[in-house]
């Protein structure tokens, strides 16, 4: 257990990170939505490793396939099995931990906890794990923008000390692609490039921040009480390999305010619509969404795999000393982005097909 | 749906906050357990209405009685239902937001989903719904404390710009009981007290942060991928009314360091247990209990019920001015640090009983 | 666990046989449906005991209140408690069996499993739980009803030998209430009283099948491979107590049949609709509504309960004899109609509200 | 949504008839346990088409692969995922098909629910889906069997009115696999296999009955209420593509008996274990499995798919001739042994892991 998300259009993800492949199973999504590879694919090229000069430099091509649920080119609402081959396995680049625990990695807590553990490349505790998601991210991407043409846009906002200056209601999805480290304040994002390379050279890593924003969704998505919307795009997100900490609208800065100061004022909008002149609610009041931007922010821990001397134990529970060796991510915020907006996606389109139904949704 | 959480220690919550009564259903209770009516009631003390000079006045006893699930002092492995007769009920302070909807309540997004809400009170979204959790949580807290000795002690950290110094890994749970804004450090709890009452008087209300600790945790809680504790923890507090942000360990402020200064090193303590020398992690790595402190924060945002003019729409889309009358909680966190420890024991209860089964738990 | 059914109506039933009360908790019902507390007891007449000279003789008004989630007459969309309070509980009635084990009840797999039992009545294993399914069931139906007039119709179908002639496309609902034994076949009805009557004087009980047939079903509800139609159904009539058998359509008998004989031929009515001729798959193909009524049979083992002398051990591994005292009910066949009835109302609204979502679908 | 089976063993399958290829992701799946490819090969083998005169002409290897969740010959806990490529695909064969909806097949349901079906071969609502349920039945039984000697045997009780003469007591394994219908009756063995070739030489088919017997059963497994062994063993063999009838212990023969007769009286047996002197419940009474035998019998129709003439109507509402052409199977029966023995399997599988927990059962 442990491996599903979602209710209404649930995946399962499986693979180990150097097992022969890597994949999901989406059962629920509704029928007649045109997919195709293509698609899929354009997400997973910004998820993939060696992407850049600053991510990991393992070396996979990321290949999708589509082996199930789609039939001319349209979904049949029968499961869909998407997988990947994984190419750049190199189990000898682990000989040296298939004994010692890599610091604040999972090897210690899957082996207290299975008896077993695959020490090749972290097995599922690998981030290669969320391939699955953001394949299903890319399916999710498109019911939601079909339904009501919503847009997630996903960026960097910090790396360590460095803060983007990015306004999320007007930001573009181009702007994000335009660098490599996926941040839209241009000055910003050179600073973040430049002290990647600097972290990486030496052999460590650096944290940051993911702002994610979901633009045109629809009122009445989330449910009161425990499934509220805010609920679940916290555990998705929370889910995700290195997220520590997670905001919603206002966020930990809304303690600072008064309820006057803080509470979002109605209006009726050109349209008839009822809007808030504010939106410290980020999108989502009493677990519903209200239509106005959803704005989230993600915490990522600096990566723990780094070339540096540690302290560690073996399974024998001697200590011991760690060089890392083998390749190393200096920071995984940009890959990150896609990985976000796939969840708040899968989240989104969860609620919307909970709502409208599967079959009745497009 | 919506209104039940957990798997396996799973509890169904009902009622409005001015309806006849409020509850929860428990399902999947180890048998055998002792459980009293006060254990519970002690939980439900620390979470009710009126009980000091800085929360809302409405005079609520919040006496809970045992419906089923219990025989002889001792639970039997079926369905606990716990109830709450609701008695300070009174409509009439509602009739203005019958039609109004309070900015940032969930009045407007119940209507627009719904297309029916009790007003009266806030219906379920209603911070009335969590004493249902609470006295859940009293139980599950039995079991864990019973298991291993688990404590789990909440306590308030920061109320708007006042950050109280506290040590989580020694705080006692007599030190946030003896004030009544539950703040150990009594130097910033006299500060908060102060603040709190000059809001109240103001019409006003503010937010804060709700610190937690759960020790003595047992090695293995939790499972990979979707499920990970962090991950249900943050579902969990992320799903009580008002709060806006979820940290675990370093948290937001872990993006400021490196790799290696983030990383827990490992060692080995006198019993011969695999130890971190650091806690960056929070307790929990691979999503996985690691048997050191779980650590969060939670964001509480300032309660959108105030006693101060506000523009709104009515539920005919008609634009108009809202005068806060009846009751008015002027800060909610003193009594969400029982609802924080609730959702973090039904959280680490669920997973309990996952990994070592409901009969064969305790 | 195990004790929810369902996942988009969802109910949670609680309470012990002789505890203080039993309930359910409805959760998913759609919002602005009218319901009134008389809708509900009307089917709680059917199921109570003491109805007729042929039931249980335990005297029980079975009245119902509904404690939540209904507001000015409406249903809010949130969870609907209804509870039925205990009254005639006589504890001392089962002094014998609080140590001995009566044969094929459920006390001895109880106390294996979990340890502790509340011997008085059965606890939860008792035919009292099934009041909140037939609540539950009640809604559910109005709900059906609503939707498309789906009219659900349960009757006795055979009592030990005695098999009553009936039509189940032309049965209706008045003629199944015309008796106290609920078979629509008048002769056979009176043959099947004087046998129950007989049978309770000889402190013995006799088992039966109950048939039950769903009309105006609307085409699409069900889904394909594990969560078929037919197959929800299955497991919530296997989970009535007593019941030891199913079938749908032809059942049993369908394996006499060939394939040519079997299958369902295809015509176009004079509305245009596509229908079968023959409907030898009881109105399911492929695990999906084909709109034909669906028309299933469950068989119900004698009552376990009865007034004569049996070989059986106690809690302690003691062969001993059990002289079965206190009251008996005959035939529990009568009383099955409804709870027969409120499964398949309970199965077929789950999966309407899966096709067309709770909010969407009145 | 619908895919999935079991919550604790949870199996989500995935694939088309005549997609490329078909599987199944097992999710829950102990760690450690020794599992090869020819143990799961060896159920398919069971279970494919052409394996002998009297099935499916169909051509399939059926050679599974495991894509994860194993290493070095033993599972980490992780998800499982077994696919088998689909070879003997021929979509010409389905031409006639494609607008023309085959009589007691899903076609007309699936195009009204879904709008669109892959017509090739039935896709989803073909019996080649439950590959996955057999493959993933196998490493059920292997836990079973490891974990108490669990030994699960089903056979062919009836081929239309042939009934066999069969103990489920004392059959083994070796007797159901002597012969190419799976009957351990020799005699009545020959006679079934006269009775295919016969029909299908005539273009049609016939169903019949399987039985299956678990043995070695532990006490407590199941749990009250909705979620009885029982229950949730109806739900998987009636979710099996043609499946119509489902019995345990007396079943449908129980309801002729009177309670006296009926009663399973206990004794302590020779290793001071409590057991009943008859097995009228099957093995579980109050949804709970008391350590006797599991008996069920489950009905089959004859299959759909005939050679001989039939009305039906296009989906476009025109009524027509479909003469079958293509393969046909006349008899599923044989092959449905490993598919029931699978369910059963999976059923007491998903419970063993909830009563004993997913690490802590091996």
């Known amino acids: 257990m442990g491996n599903s998300f979602g209710h209404f259009f649930r995946i399962t993800t499986f693979g180990e990170s150097h097992g022969s492949e890597i ?123 079909q339904f009501s043409n919503v847009a997630i846009i996903g960026y960097v906002k910090c790396i360590k000390n460095i803060e983007a200056s990015i306004d999320p209601n007007t930001v573009i999805a181009e702007q994000v692609e335009s660098n490599i480290v996926r941040c839209p304040d241009v000055e910003s994002a050179k600073k973040m490039i430049n002290l990647i390379e600097q972290i990486r050279d030496e052999g460590d890593s650096i944290g940051g921040i993911v702002e994610c924003v979901a633009k045109n969704i629809p009122k009445g998505l989330g449910v009161p009480v425990f499934d509220k919307l805010e609920a679940d795009i916290a555990k998705g997100v929370m889910s995700l390999p290195g997220s520590k900490g997670f905001e919603i609208g206002s966020g930990f800065a809304g303690t600072l305010m008064s309820g006057y100061e803080h509470n979002d004022e109605f209006y009726v909008d050109g349209n008839g619509e009822i809007r808030t002149v504010t939106n410290y609610s980020g999108g989502i009041q009493g677990g519903i969404s209200n239509s106005e931007n959803i704005i989230i922010r993600v915490a990522f821990k600096p990566t723990a795999t780094i070339r540096k001397q540690q302290r560690t134990v073996t399974d024998e529970r001697e200590e011991t000393i760690l060089v890392g060796k083998g390749r190393h991510d200096p920071c995984v915020l940009p890959r990150a982005v896609p990985m ?16 409208y139904g599967q079959c009745k949704v497009l």
């Open 340 to 355: 976000v907006e796939a969840m708040m996606a899968l989240v989104l389109c969860d609620h919307l097909l909970r709502y």
């Open 23 to 145: 994949g999901v199973v989406i059962d629920g999504c509704p029928p007649r939505l045109e997919i195709s590879v293509d698609e899929i694919q354009n997400e997973l090229e910004r998820r993939k490793p060696g992407q850049s000069k600053i991510t990991t430099p393992r070396q996979e091509k990321d290949q999708c396939e589509i082996l199930s649920g789609v039939f001319g080119g349209k979904t049949l609402g029968t499961p869909i099995s998407i997988v990947v081959k994984n190419k750049d396995t190199r189990p000898q680049d682990y000989n040296e931990i298939a004994r010692k625990y890599r610091p604040s990695h999972a090897d210690a807590t899957y082996d207290a906890k299975y008896g077993i553990r695959n020490w090749q490349g972290g097995g599922r505790a690998s981030a290669r794990e969320t391939i699955g998601r953001v394949a299903a991210g890319a399916v999710a991407k498109k019911i939601l923008r």
